[in-house]
């Protein structure tokens, strides 16, 4: 069984980077041919992807936010992070870490709030 975690502050303060780590256990972030995710969903709005690195260590990106995403692993605790600068409080939301199986997400995290204010 797969689990994912997320973890990272809840506060980040505006123009600030938030950063945000998903700890896999029950499965390699290595394996053919997972895709390692993050979406988020504001408040009162549906998800929204973000982006993903794949098995192979490529990433891609929502384009609109391209310019401020970076998503990076480290194999060896079998986590990958999150990173997204210069945030607003538009970034505000619940951020969810997940497989996905080529597109479909088949295993989630329990999500993690993250408020940006000043």
């Known amino acids: 069984q797969v689990q994912l975690q997320e973890s990272g502050p809840g506060l980040v303060k505006p123009s600030q980077t938030l950063s945000l780590t998903c700890t896999v256990s029950?499965?390699?972030?290595?394996?053919?041919?997972?895709?390692w995710s993050w979406i988020r969903q504001p408040p009162g709005k549906g998800l929204e992807w973000i982006g993903y690195?794949?098995?192979?260590?490529?990433?891609y990106y929502n384009p609109p936010l391209k310019s401020r995403t970076s998503i990076s692993r480290d194999t060896s605790k079998n986590q990958f992070t999150l990173q997204l600068s210069s945030v607003t409080p538009e970034d505000t939301a619940v951020y969810y870490c997940?497989?996905?199986?080529?597109?479909?997400?088949?295993?989630w995290g329990q999500g993690t709030q993250v408020t940006v204010s000043s």
């Open positions: 997940a497989r996905c199986n080529v597109v479909v997400p088949d295993y």
């Open positions: 029950g499965g390699s972030i290595t394996t053919n041919y997972y895709y």
């Open positions: 690195i794949a098995y192979s260590g490529s990433t």
